[in-house]
């Protein structure tokens, strides 16, 4: 959803599986499969690329909705999204599905 000349809603389900550079390059070459699950170390490598974008697109007040796994350090995460002007993230929904346990985040953009 657009707000002006940037985002106003950001729905992300990252690919968050921690996978070795070799299946994450893979991914993002060949553009298979893998893509939708390989998230590089720790499976939080394309989140943080994405992160680092954010600030760039989002409006004053803009929301994000981002899906991670445990193994992804959530508080890392809350920690990189505040350095770019973010909110601190708060824990909106969980759930486990077999052996991942899944959490949705939501992070409202204050601005740079």
């Given at each position: 959803q657009l707000c002006g000349d940037g985002l106003a809603v950001v729905i992300f389900n990252p690919p968050y599986?921690?996978?070795d550079e070799d299946e994450?390059?893979?991914a993002r070459t060949e553009h298979g499969?893998?893509?939708s699950w390989a998230g590089g170390h720790q499976g939080i490598q394309v989140t943080m690329e994405f992160i680092e974008q954010l600030p760039h697109v989002m409006c004053t007040n803009g929301v994000v909705y981002l899906l991670l796994l445990q193994v992804n350090q959530p508080e890392r995460i809350n920690q990189e999204m505040m350095k770019r002007g973010f909110h601190r993230g708060e824990k909106i929904d969980e759930m486990s599905t077999?052996?991942?346990r899944l959490s949705v985040w939501k992070y409202k953009f204050a601005g740079s």
């Open positions: 599986v921690e996978t994450l390059h893979k499969i893998e893509a077999g052996i991942e």
